[in-house]
């Protein structure tokens, strides 16, 4: 999902001058790969999905909580709470607003008939569906995104400024700083 958001963020680094001297050294990363690991099998066995994309989801806040000192992994935070909230109360799948998927390349049989490993259809008894995905964004990789998604962008483009060395403080900005520090 976020492949074309990382591509343009070095990009942007890259115009901004950056490169990388040293890769952040995160804790936990064991974390991380687990998660991923956990949410490659629940595409490979669609009926545990729901249970598989949950448990993900707390490796992945595992990760983001040891790496919590950097102002970037606290954005991510934000947006990992607002996806599991969506998830975790719709039965460990994300809802998603047909109208605006259907105006996606894909194939959408499995989230129609129920057995997408991910996503369920948005309907009237879904929870809190201002956090679920909603929002059409036609891009490189067009894709249908929720609030937590815009987050989790955002706090990816923002590590990656930070791994080229170009950190770009949101804190600092508010307080009419200088906005670029180096490391």
Excluded at 7 to 31: D, H, M, N, Q, T
Excluded at 55 to 84: H, K, P, T
Aim: proline share 5%; hydrophobic share 50%.
């Amino acid at each position: 999902m976020l492949l074309d958001v990382i591509c343009l963020s070095f990009i942007v680094a890259l115009i901004r001058g950056g490169r990388i001297r040293e890769f952040p050294k995160f804790r936990r990363l064991s974390f991380l790969v687990v998660s991923i690991c956990l949410q490659i099998c629940s595409a490979l066995y669609p009926p545990a999905g729901g249970v598989l994309i949950s448990i993900a989801y707390l490796f992945i806040l595992m990760f983001l909580v040891f790496n919590r000192q950097y102002e970037d992994i606290r954005i991510f935070m934000m947006g990992w709470f607002l996806n599991a909230l969506a998830i975790w109360t719709n039965h460990g799948k994300m809802p998603i607003d047909l109208e605006q998927a259907k105006k996606l390349p894909y194939d959408l049989t499995p989230v129609i008939n129920g057995t997408n490993f991910k996503h369920s259809i948005l309907s009237e008894t879904t929870n809190l569906p201002f956090l679920t995905d909603v929002i059409y964004m036609p891009s490189i990789i067009p894709r249908v995104i929720s609030i937590g998604d815009i987050f989790i962008m955002l706090g990816a483009f923002l590590l990656v400024q930070r791994f080229m060395n170009k950190p770009i403080s949101l804190l600092q900005l508010r307080e009419g700083k200088s906005y670029a520090t180096k490391s």
